[in-house]
């Protein structure tokens, strides 16, 4: 164990940047050995945010890629488009330079939608298995033939709040990132408050956009690999609906309730959601 330790902890050193076009860097954090599991972080948050999977994932024999999408975090911030397609495409750019093969692909919240477009778009040449956490699918807004989760009109009035007082947005939010505005202690509420507060406020209105316009009902029907859902029974911005409605359309789907979780059940039940992860990439 000490050994194995020690190759983790002092082993080669790998890229933190990935140029996904020119002038255009997302910043990875890509650690461990074994069969890799990609974690795409939700809005507006960075890699980061997996802080408390990456040892365990690790000590469980797995690469662990985190990737933050552009226009957070440390990632570069173009003042350009960031639509599903366009972060979709970054992943793969990021898989293809890393050759990543046989991979567990587990995206939360917003990070969950761009992992189905990614899926649809591009197939599962690199990713034999997927993990919808939280995840803003099959639609985060209403529609007259889904009602479910948060008007449009609700999410117009965040992309304002945007521009007028974007702290004052995240702080709003926070209030009901997990089951109870207590559920989190105050340490852990300031951290994940500084990775949103890090991002591109530009980036953080246009992904609004995306997840306020993009239906993935039809993506979801393209995806044939194995697929876990894990979401909060008291979830907030994500309703435990979507993930109800995402099993639906899913070929090959197994959904996890996490009881006494909101939105930020990788938080809030810590334990059970790295041993649901790690249970589910160990399956061959």
Not at 207 to 233: E, F, Q, S, V
Request: charged share 25%.
């Amino acid at each position: 164990m000490e050994k194995l330790i020690e190759n983790k902890l002092f082993g080669k050193v790998r890229a933190e940047y990935i140029e996904v076009e020119p002038f255009v860097n997302l910043h990875i954090t890509d650690a461990g050995e074994g069969r890799p599991i990609v974690l795409i972080p939700g809005w507006p948050l960075s890699d980061d945010m997996y802080e408390y999977q990456y040892n365990d994932l690790m000590n469980s024999h797995f690469r662990v890629i985190g990737i933050t999408l552009r226009g957070f975090g440390k990632s570069s911030k173009p003042y350009t488009a960031y639509n599903y397609d366009v972060h979709a495409l970054d992943i793969k750019r990021v898989l293809d330079k890393l050759d990543v093969k046989d991979a567990v692909l587990c995206g939360f919240s917003m990070g969950g939608a761009i992992a189905i477009s990614y899926l649809s778009l591009y197939g599962s040449s690199r990713v034999s298995k997927l993990v919808l956490a939280g995840a803003a699918a099959p639609i985060w807004t209403q529609r007259e033939d889904f009602p479910y989760n948060l008007t449009q009109s609700a999410v117009d009035d965040l992309i304002a709040l945007n521009y007028k007082d974007r702290p004052l947005l995240l702080a709003n939010f926070a209030k009901i990132f997990s089951a109870t505005e207590t559920s989190l202690n105050k340490g852990i509420s300031k951290w994940l408050n500084g990775m949103g507060l890090v991002a591109s406020a530009h980036a953080t209105a246009q992904c609004l956009y995306a997840l306020r316009d993009t239906d993935l009902r039809n993506d979801l029907k393209k995806i044939d690999i194995p697929t876990l859902i894990m979401h909060g029974k008291k979830d907030k911005i994500c309703s435990f609906d979507l993930a109800e409605q995402s099993k639906k359309l899913l070929s090959d789907a197994r959904l996890i309730a996490f009881e006494h979780s909101g939105h930020s059940l990788f938080l809030e039940e810590t334990r059970k959601f790295n041993t649901e992860l790690i249970k589910f990439a160990e399956i061959n």
